[in-house]
């Protein structure tokens, strides 16, 4: 488990960034929600962000499965946080895979003025490649946590989300019934039961 520097320094607060990555239900928001609750508790101030297009549940809160929500603010681009979030000690960013390339700019800029950054999303797509612009916030993140899923077909610990629906969209947000969290090899299993993908491909 991640945990928190103890800050009784005097000193003004060191920015720094984490990043929460995972497949589809590995638990990304259930912990990216434990950290800033925390940081309430310790009565910082938290502002949450997430992308515009995240609408699966409800539009001002950030929703994981287990409906442990938490409000958040909805924006259509990353460099909307910087001009929401003056006065914020800690900034959570959940669904971070769909926002754009200025995010990682964005988090460093917050980290630089002393924003201590929590982003939660998913490292791959459903087909197993690199998600938007977690691999660049993976690469300047102060501290990752990756968390994995349970493979549905085998019982170990998962780390791929295999979907199952025909819709080829990448920003297809179905739940149960259009993804199914898969380990390495069970992953490459369906992969290969399956006729290759023109994505796949290329
Ligand atoms: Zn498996």
Known sequence: MFLEQNRKDPRPAKGCIEVIAGCMFSGKTEELIRRLKRAKIARLRVEI???SLEQRYDENNIVSHDSN???STPVPSSPNILLLSH???VIG???AQFFDDQLPYVCETLAAQGTRVIIAG???DYLGKP???MPHLLAIADYITKVHAICMHCGDLATHSFRHAVDDSLILLGEKDSYIPLCRACYARQHAEIPI???QAD
Do not use: H, T
Request: aromatic share 10%; no cysteine.
């Open 49 to 51: 962000f997430k992308p």
């Open 69 to 71: 929500a938490i409000l």
């Open 122 to 124: 998913l490292d791959m």
């Open 131 to 133: 998600f938007g612009p």
């Open 197 to 199: 993908r023109k994505e």
């Open 93 to 95: 960013i959940d669904e």
């Open 87 to 89: 006065q914020a000690d």
